[in-house]
């Protein structure tokens, strides 16, 4: 598959995947977040394996995957039938990983954590800052949509 032959639906969860994965709005996004990225949808690869495809795929050499370069990455990942809901699916399935008590809410703490793993470079103030817009209501808690949202961009 490339990326001529992704639907619209597969185009659009791509671009929110790389667009919710690169926080500081660079264009590009690390070889940890493609490879978080990729098991979200469902494909975990070892190291070795994202160095190879980070060799494959950053074209430019730039030691970052700018977003055509992903296409490209991530159409060969991208199961035929990936939807929306599919992607919707597989977010509440993290998102329940930390609720752990199934009270339908991540305290913002732990939210940040989430955040921080998924990209160690983002600076403590963009994170707040991005807890504070997501906190929205001032509940101290993170909702599946409001987790959704940041996930997907929307």
């Given at each position: 598959?490339?990326?001529?032959?992704?639907?619209?639906?597969?185009?659009?969860?791509?671009?929110?995947?790389?667009?919710?994965?690169?926080?500081?709005?660079?264009?590009?996004?690390?070889?940890?977040?493609?490879?978080?990225?990729?098991?979200?949808?469902?494909?975990?690869?070892?190291?070795?394996?994202?160095?190879?495809?980070?060799?494959?795929?950053?074209?430019d050499e730039s030691g970052q995957i700018?977003?055509?370069?992903?296409?490209?990455?991530?159409?060969?990942?991208?199961?035929?039938?990936?939807?929306?809901?599919?992607?919707?699916?597989?977010?509440?399935?993290?998102?329940?990983?930390?609720?752990?008590?199934?009270?339908?809410?991540?305290?913002?703490?732990?939210?940040?954590?989430?955040?921080?793993?998924?990209?160690?470079?983002?600076?403590?103030?963009?994170?707040?800052?991005?807890?504070?817009?997501?906190?929205?209501?001032?509940?101290?808690?993170v909702d599946f949509e409001e987790f959704?949202?940041?996930?997907?961009?929307?």
């Amino acid at each position: 598959m490339n990326k001529t032959e992704l639907s619209k639906d597969q185009m659009k969860i791509l671009k929110e995947s790389f667009e919710a994965f690169d926080i500081e709005k660079k264009g590009c996004i690390s070889v940890e977040v493609v490879g978080t990225i990729l098991e979200l949808l469902g494909q975990t690869l070892s190291e070795e394996e994202l160095k190879e495809v980070m060799e494959e795929y950053d074209v430019d050499e730039s030691g970052q995957i700018e977003f055509d370069e992903f296409l490209e990455l991530a159409s060969n990942f991208v199961e035929p039938e990936e939807d929306y809901d599919a992607l919707r699916a597989e977010l509440r399935e993290v998102f329940m990983m930390y609720d752990k008590n199934g009270t339908g809410f991540i305290p913002l703490d732990v939210f940040k954590k989430i955040l921080q793993e998924l990209d160690g470079a983002v600076p403590e103030n963009e994170l707040d800052d991005i807890i504070d817009e997501i906190d929205a209501d001032g509940s101290g808690t993170v909702d599946f949509e409001e987790f959704m949202e940041v996930m997907t961009g929307e």
